[in-house]
């Protein structure tokens, strides 16, 4: 047991209180239970972390469960095998409802049916989104750093996976990853309304206008157009050129707004109420308070603790037991 004063160095120079350091150690989450994409190209220190983040996450989501009533798991794991990705993406959209409407909001649909959504710390942007299965809640992390229509996309690709692959009894390889950017791409943008839209041989300008509607980037709607067979691979080609030209590789231009918590957000505005604050779960976790921000998009908790209203939206679902 080496001194406090070694100890309260060590805390300061990881970035955590003390008491983290003597309390009981964070549930490891298996390496093999997220859905790491492209795991080879992570450094084992980013993977290590990133799985401490999913720990955490699983933390917050316990100490959220045992104080507030929070929407029930109702995401469904499919057979392996049952339907290919597009046929999974069109059966899910079925059981919930969603007909082929664009999805308004893919993170505030994903809580409303029991999925625990979390983002990376911006010093872990190297890491894509990831997802898991604990305890019988399916978790997504997604990463705030790439464009909002991309953190759609993810959000879209993790469920494929949390559906798809729930038994996640093997590695996550690149069939996987295929089948679950198929499944996303479905989800977000279903083949039924995107040939609808009059976009056959859709150039350019078609592309942004359009993209708007299902909150994709303008990449991603070149590509699903030529998958569809909508556009020739001349045309295809010619787009993401002049898309690349354009700066759309990297991100959108004049983009989505990003899509945050909005559980996260009418939980802290719930606990408000009863006088608990950021702070307060942070003292009970063992972690400082910018530790719990950067897991929660950094939001509620600007409601919480700058003093501001709790936001006026309606807060369905959610009491304090
Ligand atoms: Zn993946």
Known sequence: MPPSSTVDVLARELGVPSAFLYADELEALPAGAPSF???SKLR????RAALTSGALAIEVN???EARLRLPAASVPTY?????????AARRLRAEWGLGYAPLKNVVHLLEGRGVRVFSLPERLA???AFSFWWEGAPYVVLNTRKSAERGRFDAAHELGHLVMHGDYDQPVGRDKERDANRFAAEFLMPADDVLSRGLRNAGVEQVLIAKRRWGVAAIALAYRLHELGATSDWLYASTCRRLSQMGY???????APRETSRLLEQSFAALRQRKVTLADVA???HVLPDTLRELMFGLALTAVDGG???STRPRPNLRVV
Request: charged share 35%; no cysteine.
């Open 283 to 285: 003292r009970d976790m």
């Open 62 to 64: 316990r100490w959220l």
């Open 79 to 87: 057979e392996r095998g049952a339907d290919d990705p597009v046929g």
């Open 44 to 47: 084992a220190g980013q993977e």
């Open 249 to 255: 590789r990297s991100g959108e231009i004049n983009g």
């Open 308 to 310: 501001q209203q709790p």
């Open 37 to 39: 994409r492209a795991v």
């Open 126 to 128: 190297d890491v894509d």
